[in-house]
């Protein structure tokens, strides 16, 4: 009886240890989707329903399971272990060598498989419960309420210990050794009734040398498949809190890269960043206070240091990991000259959202240097709820300029935020410049009154930008400009991009599916 008693403990006890395991693989492979496939918001929607499509179809499986429950629940565990641990370091390989579009069918298969295997373990645990003698509701109520708990425990280890600390190669690894560590203690309690007891503890070794293996040389061979994603070798990467970063070098050419995106190449980072920079500064009638939103690499601020009478700028960025590499890296500091150690620059890891909806201040110029709108997270800084934000923090006679992405590549996005902008009453003008590592590229600068550009006047030392150069980038191809044309020979009528529309993330991935 005291043995039956502590076999029952142990399975309410392994249903909430496996749901941790559950949980932190469902979460692992909507990450792995966002980062490698993009569209955060549509690879989560499609992990989860994929992922409890497969638990009710393996709950409706273990309907047809009646004996050797215990050796059914531990091969389970088995292949859990062994799907679910090599599945972040076969994504990345597939991605560096598979065609295009398998690794989306490999995570969607996985993502069902796992789910289903997952499925079948609980009513396999619940019948087993009462198998050995406890009553049947009170068993059932136990196991769901360990399951649950630990989905909640699974979801907050992932999100504020693994992905963070551990990176999704490793973590996949470590949470299928605690599905394996469960399907041997399982093993070993239960011995007395299983037979072939040898054959299933030599697939634990199998399985097990395998996993360990993975957990500490899995991520190094990993790093070696994500090379081959990149132009040039990487010399830093690291997995944050919000996205993965990677910094490459070649032959002089630093580059960095946020979620796989290229942020800037330190070879033509002046014709970006120039752009960026000294229009609205020029523009502006004052130049006291500047606010920059993104930027955390630090090179608008260096540009922006050239001005003596700036006497304060402020710089929002939301991942400290983004702003503690360009404060400490020796590539990086060679781009932005320290700019982020100057006394007249105060750095911010904060939401550029909540910031502008919290800051009391004004400020003469504002950059926003944000990366494209590519995801939910992003959407909402290309809203015209933010861009009023924005307007209610421009000073009297300031400027702003905004980076908007390729007017080539993705031209009914780049005028959707013209649109946008526009919609918040300030005035627009729009510019596009040819950066040769990011193609031709837009930018909108806007202010409380018309822009004038042949007022505009640069007063500080550039490589690239002159005042006959700026005013030309006003002119815009037919391929390029704000008269975009549907299948039925009509004009698109652009809409502005809000908060409970956000319609620039399906313009967005439409426009960049091919490049």
Not at 46 to 66: D, K, P, Q
Not at 243 to 257: A, P
Not at 408 to 413: D, G, I, P, R, Y
């Amino acid at each position: 009886m005291e043995a039956n008693i502590r076999k029952s403990h142990f399975i309410y006890w392994a249903s909430g240890i496996v749901s941790i395991c559950g949980i932190i693989f469902e979460v692992l492979f909507g990450a792995l989707g966002s980062y490698i496939l993009g569209d955060g918001v549509k690879q989560y929607t499609l992990t989860i329903s994929l992922f409890l499509t497969g638990m009710g179809i393996g709950a409706s499986i273990s309907e047809r399971v009646m004996k050797q429950l215990i050796v059914t629940f531990i091969w389970i565990e088995f292949m859990v272990a062994l799907i679910g641990g090599f599945s972040s370091f076969t994504m990345f390989g597939m991605t560096a060598f598979a065609p295009a579009g398998t690794d989306a069918l490999f995570l969607y298969l996985v993502t069902f498989t796992i789910g289903a295997l997952t499925g079948l373990e609980l009513p396999i645990l619940i019948r087993k419960a009462n198998e050995i003698g406890v009553e049947l509701n009170r068993s059932t109520a136990r196991v769901l309420f360990s399951d649950y708990a630990g989905g909640l425990i699974g979801g907050l280890l992932f999100a504020f210990y693994l992905r963070p600390q551990m990176g999704m190669v490793k973590s996949a690894f470590f949470v299928a050794c605690i599905n394996l560590a469960v399907a041997v203690l399982v093993l070993y309690l239960f011995r007395s009734e299983i037979k072939r007891f040898s054959i299933h503890l030599t697939g634990a070794i199998l399985i097990g040398a395998l996993l360990i293996g993975g957990l500490f040389f899995g991520e190094e061979m990993a790093f070696s498949f994500e090379q081959k994603l990149y132009k040039d070798p990487i010399i830093h990467m690291e997995e944050s809190a919000y996205q993965r970063i990677v910094l490459t070098k070649e032959q002089g050419d630093t580059r960095l890269y946020l979620n796989g995106s290229l942020q800037f190449s330190s070879t033509d980072e002046h014709r970006y960043h120039e752009t960026l920079v000294h229009p609205p500064v020029a523009f502006s009638d004052k130049q006291d206070n500047v606010l920059i939103l993104g930027g955390g690499d630090g090179i608008a601020a260096n540009e922006l240091l050239k001005y003596q009478e700036i006497k304060e700028i402020t710089l929002v960025d939301l991942d400290p990991a983004v702003t503690d590499l360009a404060q400490s890296n020796y590539h990086l500091l060679q781009v932005n000259k320290g700019a982020l150690d100057d006394s007249r620059v105060n750095v911010l890891n904060k939401d550029a959202f909540e910031f502008l909806e919290n800051a009391d201040q004004f400020y003469d110029v504002i950059i926003i240097d944000l990366p494209d709108p590519n995801n939910e997270s992003l959407n909402k800084l290309y809203t015209r709820e933010f861009y009023s934000l924005v307007r209610n923090h421009l000073s009297p006679g300031g400027a702003v300029m905004i980076q908007a992405t390729s007017p080539l590549f993705a031209t009914e996005v780049y005028w959707t935020i013209d649109k946008t902008v526009a919609s918040t009453g300030l005035y627009t003008e729009n510019f596009h410049v040819d950066v040769p590592s990011f193609g031709n590229w837009g930018f909108i600068m806007a202010a409380r009154e018309p822009v004038a550009i042949e007022e505009v006047q640069f007063t500080v030392e550039t490589e690239y930008l002159t005042e006959e150069v700026f005013q030309s980038m006003t002119v815009f191809g037919k391929d390029e400009d704000g008269e975009i044309l549907n299948g039925e020979g009509q004009v698109v009528k652009m809409e502005p991009n809000t908060l409970i529309h956000p319609h620039l993330i399906q313009k967005y991935e439409e426009a960049w599916r091919n490049y």
